[in-house]
């Protein structure tokens, strides 16, 4: 089970930091993504990182402002978010995933948390 947290309205410039906690005892089994749906639009990928954290992608919209993290003795992993932009309002989700290797797509994610909600004002 997965659970998002941190979500919150921020101003354009702002920062917040997402996390999602996971229950069980394997978590650091899972490969971990964050992906974002805004009203209206696809659910998109944000970041992913390896069991490990040691392999990590962003999509080139967050590239330089969003770093994705994880703690395997907590069993969670982070997203902080800087420079907010409006466009980054969304729903966002964490997932988790038993592919070997990181990966962009949502097919890849067994597992999906409820999301929180995420709204930068300008």
């Known amino acids: 089970q997965l659970q998002a947290s941190g979500g919150g309205l921020v101003q354009a410039g702002g920062s917040l930091r997402l996390s999602c906690a996971a229950s069980g005892r394997t978590f650091s089994s899972y490969v971990m993504g964050w992906f974002r749906q805004a009203p209206g639009k696809e659910r998109e990928f944000v970041a992913t990182l390896s069991r490990s954290g040691s392999n990590i992608y962003y999509a080139d919209s967050v590239k330089g402002r969003f770093t994705v993290s994880r703690d395997n003795a907590k069993n969670t992993v982070y997203l902080q978010m800087n420079s907010l932009k409006p466009e980054d309002t969304a729903v966002y989700y964490c997932?988790?995933?038993?592919?070997?290797?990181?990966?962009?797509?949502?097919?890849?994610?067994?597992?999906w948390g409820r999301g929180t909600q995420v709204t930068v004002s300008s």
């Open positions: 997932a988790a995933s038993l592919s070997t290797l990181p990966s962009v797509r949502a097919q890849a994610y067994a597992y």
